[in-house]
């Protein structure tokens, strides 16, 4: 170039291709094209979600509830595939020891596979904390986290970390091979909050949901109640934990994934 203005015009470009690069900013960009993309589908209608929402707060009373609840979900939920519950139990009952041995019979006794939630401290570390030890010993853990994206919504589901040494949560409930060799993967969302088959905890407790709609069902237990504010932005809108749980173990059951082109 002849004029050293132009050269210095290209070098402050290149400069700055190269910066918004190293920072993610083209990665975000393509992201928000791609939340675009996403049309509604339909359920499989393998997987059901039992909410903790506002009803059953009223209903069972305040949160966090006794542990015997749980108990009484997972022996009412016998007939299930496999039963998640994705609620904290790393600390003791504040009702008592008595109400944490009656969820560890529950667990024991149960005939369906259950499965709680781990958590990821520390991806750099392996850090992670499971259940109370007394509830571990008779279920499965998953951890319950999603890979953030820069602009803070999740896009993407992760499925070991910490050298194999934990699954996520949606895998555990998986109970079987996925055809997905990746640690990490991009959620195939199915729709809007809510669009998920669902039912309140405190109808399955008062035994007015019909059994057949929760046979060789995978069911997620978790919180939609706006007070508990388990909720997460994606390309649908804000949407509770549970409801994410959902879309990636849909993803897993259907096969049908997305892959990223260089």
């Known amino acids: 170039m002849k004029n050293p203005k132009d050269f210095l015009l290209v070098m402050v470009l290149v400069f700055l291709l190269a910066l918004f690069s190293l920072t993610g900013y083209f990665t975000t960009q393509r992201d928000k094209l791609i939340d675009l993309l996403f049309a509604e589908k339909p359920h499989t209608g393998q997987v059901v979600i039992l909410k903790i929402d506002e009803e059953s707060l009223q209903s069972i009373g305040q949160w966090p509830w006794p542990r015997?609840?749980?108990?009484?979900?997972?022996?009412?939920?016998?007939?299930?595939?496999?039963?998640?519950?994705?609620?904290?139990?790393?600390?003791?009952?504040?009702?008592?020891?008595?109400?944490?041995?009656?969820?560890?019979?529950?667990?024991?006794?149960?005939?369906?596979?259950?499965?709680?939630?781990?958590?990821?401290?520390?991806?750099?570390?392996?850090?992670?904390?499971?259940?109370?030890?007394?509830?571990?010993?008779?279920?499965?853990?998953?951890?319950?986290?999603?890979?953030?994206?820069?602009?803070?919504?999740?896009?993407?589901?992760?499925?070991?970390?910490?050298?194999?040494?934990?699954?996520?949560?949606?895998?555990?409930?998986l109970s079987g091979h996925l055809a997905w060799e990746s640690q990490e993967g991009r959620i195939n969302f199915l729709g809007l909050a809510g669009s998920a088959p669902s039912f309140s905890v405190k109808d399955v407790l008062a035994d007015k949901v019909p059994k057949e709609f929760l046979t060789d069902k995978k069911i997620i237990i978790g919180a939609t109640a706006k007070d508990l504010q388990d909720f997460h932005h994606t390309p649908f809108g804000l949407m509770s934990g549970a409801e994410l749980q959902v879309n990636t173990l849909e993803t897993f059951l259907s096969q049908n994934f997305l892959y990223d082109l260089p």
């Not at 022996?75 to 139990?89: E, P, T």
């Open 68 to 173: 015997a609840v749980f108990g009484r979900l997972v022996q009412k939920l016998s007939q299930a595939s496999a039963v998640g519950i994705d609620v904290n139990f790393k600390e003791p009952s504040r009702w008592g020891q008595q109400d944490d041995l009656i969820f560890e019979q529950a667990l024991k006794e149960a005939v369906q596979p259950v499965i709680l939630t781990s958590e990821i401290l520390s991806l750099e570390r392996g850090a992670i904390s499971y259940p109370l030890e007394r509830f571990r010993k008779n279920a499965q853990t998953g951890f319950a986290n999603f890979k953030v994206g820069s602009d803070g919504t999740v896009r993407r589901f992760l499925t070991r970390c910490c050298g194999e040494k934990e699954r996520s949560f949606a895998l555990a409930m």
